[in-house]
């Protein structure tokens, strides 16, 4: 790996990219940066919260989650504010399409279906740091003390963990090696 100079002072809290040279990195102050693979350059979010992830259907298509509940979204062209309905901080998000995406926080779960976010209920309270999937049957979220969650499509489910230490993050390269 070599040293990529960001263009920013503000620390990056999340990134995700369509292909090497289509990545977004967001941050602290509602800072988005986006790269072309050769340049980066910053993007106006529109907002001043702190952003802690982010995640696309493609690379006019991309969700960013933060501070206050506070979720942005992507068309192309701009980054637009969406209702959240909650004012909880939101830590990842992911979906399997634009209009199939979960964000995690503090106590929360929300899905999108393209039209609005909802509350999902999940049977447990605890904070849930990441969230990834393989399908919009297969989705795995992580957090405090050991907490795993599984998705099949029609409701969320505990699952055994092999650890009391919070977990930070989730990510798989198929549905059976996750």
């Known amino acids: 790996w070599s040293a990529m100079s960001s263009g920013t002072t503000s620390s990056l809290l999340g990134v995700w990219g369509s292909s090497g040279s289509d990545v977004f990195a967001v941050g602290v102050g509602g800072t988005i940066l986006h790269s072309d693979g050769l340049a980066r350059a910053a993007m106006s ?3 001043i919260k702190h952003l802690y992830d982010v995640w696309g259907s ?3 298509d991309v969700f960013a989650v933060g501070q206050d509940g506070t979720i942005l979204r992507y068309d192309g062209l701009g980054w637009a504010a969406m209702s959240s ?3 909880t901080p939101l830590w990842g998000v992911w ?7 979960f964000a995690v926080g503090s106590g929360v779960f929300l899905h999108y279906d393209g039209v609005s976010w909802s509350t999902m209920s999940t049977g447990s309270s605890s904070f849930f740091w990441d969230i990834w999937g393989s399908s919009a049957s297969n989705v795995f979220a ?3 003390s050991g907490a795993i969650l599984h998705y099949d499509g029609l409701g969320w489910s505990a699952m055994s963990s092999p650890t009391i230490n919070t977990l930070n993050g989730v990510w798989g390269s198929s549905a059976s090696n996750v």
């Open 45 to 47: 979010s529109g907002t």
């Open 58 to 60: 493609s690379g006019s």
């Open 85 to 87: 309905g909650t004012s």
């Open 95 to 101: 979906g399997s399409s634009g209009s199939d995406v």
């Open 142 to 144: 992580v957090g405090e």
